[in-house]
């Protein structure tokens, strides 16, 4: 954003990378101007309606040949993929935010995103701790 180089700012080309990897869009997407960025794209759907800007190809089941977000009787065993997609999105917004001291702790994102994964690879299916502390996370601290 026209900073000096700094950690700040490698926090927010990691959250626009995850951002373009779960909408499918780049920043520099015909659709974003008059004021309409992908970080604000992103964060007008979270988290009702993040499932519907997200890329199709992510909620495809190959094998199965079916989409997973309009299949019903996937959602109860998707709703804990889907409750880590969403986990990624906010990491995603907190990253991007225009001022650097608002912005994720790198250290914290590489918590949530490791409990995302121990979440997703457990049979069980409740939600991990450090992903529901995501909810109460306060980008200052």
């Keep these: 954003m026209g900073s000096k180089v700094s950690t700040q700012g490698d926090v927010y080309s990691y959250g626009i990378l995850l951002l373009e990897m779960f909408t499918g869009l780049r920043p520099t997407d015909d659709r974003f101007k008059d004021g309409l960025d992908l970080h604000t ?3 007008m759907a979270y988290p009702q309606h993040v499932m519907d800007i997200l890329d199709q190809a992510l909620l495809l089941d190959e094998e199965n040949g079916i ?3 309009s299949c019903q009787s996937a959602v109860s065993a998707s ?3 889907q409750n880590c997609l ?3 999105i906010k ?9 650097p001291q608002q ?3 790198l250290g914290d994102v590489i ?3 490791h409990a995302a994964r121990e979440t997703l690879l457990r049979d069980s299916p409740r939600e991990s701790p450090k992903i529901s502390q995501l909810n109460n996370y ?3 601290s």
């Design 86 to 88: 969403l986990s990624i």
């Design 91 to 99: 990491i995603g917004l907190f990253c991007t935010e225009a001022l």
């Design 79 to 81: 709703e804990e993929a």
């Design 67 to 69: 989409n997973i977000s």
């Design 138 to 140: 306060n980008a200052s």
């Design 41 to 43: 794209f992103v964060k």
């Design 111 to 113: 918590k949530i995103m």
């Design 103 to 105: 912005r994720m702790n």
